[in-house]
């Protein structure tokens, strides 16, 4: 299952959405060796930044990025208008028990593709989990009353929103309870029930309309081309000092781990803007 569903409350002004990611999920992971704690945090990450680009309107294309001083250094999620998603994590060794995060701050980037359609929020971290810290975020740059539940792990990242509509915030009472039954909802739950049954379990005295679900896609977007790009970037001096060096241009894709190798051949070709010869490892 790899898929993003919205969902209303018929009578009252609350929005949502569900996410349950299996194969994509563990398609964004597959060449990493995260350490569990690092990868759960990542699955969390991946489920919200895919509900983020559900639930604001526009569709826009949204990256989130974390910024520690802990252990875990750099975070960053990308997720598509139309729900391609990869991500990354950047991190040191750390003891069991040590903190993750500690201080930070979590960016979400917002581009609607249209004239000043571009919009970014940053606000501090706020505690070691992801979903605090977007409901943090929302509460500070969008002003609207959220709860975000997520849960992941190796298998599986999943995620439930469920958020006041914009301009109709005053219901606070029957928001708080919906929260609540949002935030009791069980890891097993949200990772292996379809939203069809998860919903009517979690909210069964309220009457809520699903719409149709999105397919979720891993996108890691690290053609030979457009690495072929970043290495005309380095430069004419770089590029032929590294095959001085080493032999080859050897870059390697954060997101997705492969490696591209350019000989002296390929590297001229480059220079040349032409289509190099590469070795993906």
Known sequence: MNEVQSFLFEHHAIRGAVVRLTETWQQIVAQHRYPAPVQTLLADSVAATVLLAKAVKDRPKVSLQLQGEGPLRLLVIQCSADFKVRGMAQWRPFA???RLLGEGRLSVHLDTGARNGLFQGIVPLVSEHIDACL???FTQSEQLATRIVLAGDAANAAGLLVQAVPGHE???ATFAAVAALAKAVSSRDLTAMPASELL???FGDYAIRLFRPRAVLHDCRCTPEHLAGIAR???ADELHSLLDDQGKVELTCEF???AFRYDADA???ILRGEAPGVTVH
């Open 96 to 98: 069991q028990g040590e």
């Open 135 to 137: 409901e943090a975020y």
């Open 170 to 172: 005053r219901d606070t």
């Open 200 to 202: 009517p379990q979690v």
């Open 233 to 235: 970037m380095l430069g």
């Open 256 to 258: 997705c781990n492969r």
């Open 267 to 269: 590297v001229a070709a």
